[in-house]
């Protein structure tokens, strides 16, 4: 059954080892912020840092694993429409909204979605990493370090597919920053098999 992540929004869900997890994009260029906890241990998690380290590339795709800050695989990459995603940005938040754009009001972006999706879970603020941002464009300049954000390039029903490699705590977001989604916010929806 397909699940809709509303725009701005956000959720968390168990994923069980061997399951596998289709994050989709109905409408095309929008964001999804994925992360990933150890059911049984919250203190092993996704890791950025591990995952590029080992795959020696910024962009991942088809076949790809993601480890964990104890370099286990968490995740694998199965199936990719897309092959343009982000591992290096942190999750939207207020202080983004605050630096970044100026707001005076900012909503709570990604970041706050997902710290309210994972309490049940006993997931703090302080536990959130960087996220592996699903559809999320942002080219580098391989002489300077600089990099944009672009509005991504996946179209109406594009999708990536990972299976669980262990127990997991999934949380996913449909992003909440304008830059990233091409200037418009849409739902991102997902599919547990």
Do not use: W
């Not at 956000?10 to 289709?22: I, K, P, S, V, W």
């Not at 100026?102 to 999706?117: E, K, S």
């Not at 997931?123 to 959130?128: A, G, L, M, R, S």
């Amino acid at each position: 059954m397909v699940e809709t992540i509303p725009p701005r929004s956000g959720t968390a869900f168990t994923l069980d080892r061997g399951q596998t997890l289709t994050v989709i994009d109905p409408e095309g260029k929008q964001v999804a912020d994925l992360l990933a906890f150890s059911r049984n241990d919250l203190r092993e998690v996704i890791s950025s840092g591990r995952t590029l380290d080992y795959a020696s590339r910024l962009y991942l795709t088809t076949g790809d694993p993601l480890y964990s800050n104890r370099s286990n695989v968490m995740l694998r990459i199965v199936e990719d429409t897309v092959g343009r995603h982000d591992f290096l940005l942190t999750p939207c938040s207020k202080d983004t909204f605050r630096i970044i754009y100026g707001d005076t009001d900012p909503h709570r972006g990604c970041f706050g979605n997902l710290a309210a999706a994972f309490a049940p879970y006993g997931v703090t603020e302080d536990d959130i990493p960087v996220a592996f941002n699903c559809f999320m464009n942002v080219p580098i300049d391989g002489l300077t370090g600089s990099f944009t954000v672009e509005p991504p390039l996946s179209g109406p029903g594009d999708h990536i597919r990972f299976t669980a490699e262990m127990d997991l705590i999934i949380g996913l977001t449909a992003c909440s920053a304008l830059q990233s989604n091409g200037g418009a916010f849409k739902p991102i929806q997902y599919r547990i098999d």
